[in-house]
């Protein structure tokens, strides 16, 4: 009866190691896969508040350049404010002694089926006076608190006179300005 006493315990100590081997081992895989797990959650935490953080930067960013914004608008010329605008180019020399006209205007809206909401105003624009308000002229033409674009700029001698300053020049240049719809 001792033998199978001692089997008895042999067998019982080998069905506990193998027990307790068995638990191990899907302890040891179920940790591993909760490790997988929480570093994966990690990972989505980690990137989550990236997302955030940009976001923050980008609603402060936004409210940071809400006057650049309005400063934006004013840079173009309103559908509604055209005449005003041409006026602002014929006086241009006002101030500098020169004589300014506006050859012609022509207004493009954008075209249809388009998702622009811009379109432009161009003008022809002739100047004639001394050299200094011809240039004192193009340089206000150039300096107008709207988005314009100088281009064809041509310069030229009307009448010859021994001094420079007496003799009389004519400049003309296409003036295109952003017209909101």
Known sequence: MKNTHHHFLIALAIAVTLFVASLYFYMSYSLGGMASGVVDMRNKVAVMRSENT?????????????????????????????VPFIVALESLGTNVGSEVSVASIDSSAPESGSLAKNGFINAKVSV??????????????????YKVYLSNVRVSLVSDVASKDA?????SFDVSAIKTI
Not at 55 to 74: A, I, P
């Open 128 to 145: 004639r006076g001394t050299w200094s308000s011809v240039l004192k002229t193009l340089m206000l033409a150039e300096n107008m608190p």
């Open 54 to 82: 940009t976001n923050e930067k980008l609603k402060q960013l936004d409210t940071d350049s809400q006057d650049d914004w309005k400063k934006l608008y004013t840079m173009f010329v309103p559908a509604d404010n055209v």
């Open 167 to 171: 003799a009389e020049w004519a400049l």
